[in-house]
């Protein structure tokens, strides 16, 4: 599939804005949707708009089968070995606070560990701090060093046995897949057979993962992956936790109320199985109605001719971006880099020009970016610097986009200097 | 010329531009030219809370009339500060307080910043009231 048959499916990519045609280079934090999911999302309003699993009316079990067949593309597209696994959230955040909550409940201790990546998004990074804070436990930080790169070192001290030759008090490690704001594919299969051979499970963030990468949870045997809809295609105010089932079934829930109970008395309630026992509450059924255009659309973005003109134009602005001396681009890649590959996502510095004045310039040019701390405050200060400036690419941009976007950059630095 | 006068000056100014790439350039201009603010006055209590890019904001009293100094990080909202000062500063509390700042929006600088900076630019105002309510006798 060429980019321009792939970038038809998406009526927002037609779009002006200020009477310039869109650039749309904010993908990695919401990416735009296809017609075939706007489509569903309206249809789905018009014609199924009841609450799921309650009533025994036609409304209601149309939205229900609608929602279970959400459930399953998602299950079918990470690989997931059953339904009960995928447990729909309102987005990523939700899916890692659910974890940090029910998994702290059941297995974190006053001196326990949890490790989380230092280039974290603040989403899986705060609900681990929170957790420690409440459990009197204590956070520590798997490091990246100047390129962005994982010092996995560390992380084997961590999970080593303790000085005093005590067994490691880690509990869980939580990482993302590829960093917001580096945007470099993480070696997770590596940290993933680190920890579980110091017999400790692993929460991966897949929010920018699992749409640059074709992720399988079993092969890659993550314990829990999180990601959200918004990002994949599909109709905001969704996210999805796959966690495998001897945790969540060990996990007490998270939210109380609707679906997730069995039975109910004054004095006491027994929980529903998985995974209702983690959707509390009406779930964004409208929304989730469209994961199976959205799964479709993400596995239509993995073909092989749309991949590699991807891969070229991802090069491209790389390449072009590390011609100026005076533009820093954070994270490094290539042959030199060992394991990481940049994927799609590049942040990076102007000297003496600030982030956000040309972020602000390049809207009004009809580009859109990132700009700021990203969520991403620790790794943002890492390197130094009080924000950057992020270029994320889908599959839909092109390489006359990417030529553009540099023109715009030069005039705007052009102008603010 | 009076406050309303110099509000009246800068619609017309930005009115000049029809492209809103060309009214920043604008903008660029006046904080490009705005005085050079002492590192020494960089300190957190002249910080204005509520923008992205740091913007400090110093009022001093010569003669009933307070003076405004300022800078930010960011070059566009550098002249944002600096055309807040181009209308309130050398003027008594009084004046400033019995003001208004519609003209901001007759400018269009509202609807045209991003949701940061609008917030920003609120501040901005807050506390160039607050400072001529402090030094109001």
């Keep these: ?417 | 010329m009076t406050i309303e006068e110099k509000q009246e000056e800068l619609v017309e100014d930005f009115s000049m531009y029809d492209e809103w790439l060309d009214k920043y350039e604008y903008l660029i201009e006046l904080g490009k030219a705005l005085p050079a603010f002492p590192e020494e006055k960089k300190t957190d209590d002249r910080l204005i809370k509520g923008c992205q890019s740091r913007v400090w904001l110093d009022a001093g009293m010569d003669g009933g009339k307070i003076v405004f100094t300022a800078d930010s990080d960011a070059i566009i909202t550098r002249g944002i500060i600096a055309m807040l000062i181009s209308v309130y500063s050398g003027r008594t509390p009084e004046e400033i307080l019995t003001s208004d700042d519609a003209f901001l929006d007759r400018i269009g600088l509202r609807e045209n910043l991003s949701p940061t900076r609008q917030n920003g630019l609120l501040s901005m105002m807050r506390t160039i009231r607050d400072l001529a309510e402090s030094h109001r006798n």
């Design chain 1, 1 to 417: 599939m060429t980019v321009q048959t792939f970038r038809t499916l998406f009526p927002a990519l037609d779009g002006n804005v200020y009477g310039k045609a869109l650039v749309y280079f904010d993908n990695a934090a919401t990416s735009q949707r296809p017609a075939s999911v706007i489509d569903k999302y309206a249809r789905m309003s018009r014609e199924a708009n009841a609450n799921i699993y309650r009533a025994v009316h036609k409304l209601s079990a149309d939205a229900t089968e609608a929602y279970e067949q959400g459930r399953e593309a998602v299950r079918a597209f990470i690989g997931a070995a059953s339904r009960e696994e995928i447990i729909f959230t309102s987005g990523c955040t939700a899916a890692v606070n659910t974890v940090a909550y029910s998994f702290g409940e059941a297995f974190v201790r006053p001196g326990d560990v949890i490790v989380v990546g230092e280039a974290e998004h603040h989403s899986n990074l705060v609900p681990w701090q929170q957790l420690c804070l409440r459990k009197g436990a204590d956070l520590r930080v798997l490091p990246v060093d100047e390129e962005g790169h994982w010092q996995l070192d560390e992380l084997g001290r961590l999970l080593g046995a303790q000085p005093d030759g005590a067994a490691s008090r880690v509990k869980l490690v939580a990482v993302a897949h590829i960093s917001n704001v580096l945007g470099l594919v993480n070696p997770v299969e590596e940290v993933i057979g680190m920890a579980h051979a110091a017999g400790v499970p692993v929460l991966v963030d897949g929010a920018q993962g699992v749409v640059h990468e074709a992720v399988d949870v079993q092969a890659m045997d993550c314990d829990f992956y999180c990601f959200s809809g918004h990002k994949l295609y599909a109709a905001p105010g969704t996210g999805i936790l796959y966690g495998k089932k001897k945790w969540l079934e060990a996990m007490p829930p998270f939210l109380f109320g609707g679906e997730m109970v069995d039975t109910v008395t004054l004095e006491r309630t027994t929980f529903a199985g998985l995974p209702h026992k983690f959707e509390a509450g009406t779930g964004n059924f409208t929304a989730v109605a469209t994961f199976p255009e959205a799964m479709e659309t993400a596995r239509l973005a993995r073909d092989p001719q749309l991949l590699a003109a991807f891969d070229e134009t991802c090069r491209c602005l790389e390449d072009a971006l590390k011609a100026r001396s005076d533009i820093r681009l954070y994270g490094a890649s290539g042959d030199a880099a060992g394991p990481y590959r940049r994927a799609g996502v590049c942040s990076f510095t102007v000297d003496g020009v600030h982030h956000e004045d040309l972020a602000q310039l390049l809207d009004k040019m009809g580009v859109a970016v990132r700009s700021g701390l990203m969520c991403a405050e620790p790794v943002i200060r890492h390197f130094g610097v009080s924000g950057m400036l992020r270029a994320s690419l889908l599959p839909y941009n092109t390489l006359q986009e990417v030529e553009y976007f540099m023109q715009c950059l030069d005039k705007a630095v052009a102008m603010l200097r």
